[in-house]
């Protein structure tokens, strides 16, 4: 639940998932996502390689809030890199987060369920 939205997201909590992210596909559903869940708590970066659909991406520190969002162009290898240290990262189709008025320093709820990082 992302500022009393609700998301459905697909959880990459290993390597090989952070890595192929959400590369090759063609669309994300509406309210749909990918969230990364990274072994540590850091200044995680995020790119665009190999991924054809635009998306935003929100940096979420372990304690839910978020701490930036940037948005990311297809194709694009440019670096979005989290502002604070953070444990998490929730790509959404671009700017969903604007849409849906989320901005750095909401709370996202559920990442309890979402597992540890291997």
């Known amino acids: 639940m992302v500022n009393g939205h609700e998301i459905s997201a697909t959880v990459a909590s290993t390597f090989a998932q952070r890595e192929q992210g959400l590369m090759n596909r063609r669309d994300l559903g509406r309210d749909k996502g990918m969230l990364f869940v990274f072994p540590k708590a850091g200044h995680h970066s995020m790119w665009m390689k190999n991924t054809l659909i635009p998306l935003s991406v929100a940096f979420i520190d372990r304690n839910g809030v ?25 790509e959404m189709n671009a700017d969903w987060f604007r849409h849906h008025g989320v901005k750095a320093g909401n709370a996202v709820r559920g990442l309890d369920h979402a597992g540890r990082a291997h």
Do not use: C, G, W
């Open 66 to 90: 978020i701490v930036n969002i940037e948005e990311m162009a297809a194709l694009s290898l440019d670096r979005h890199t989290a502002q604070k240290p953070a444990k998490y990262a929730l």
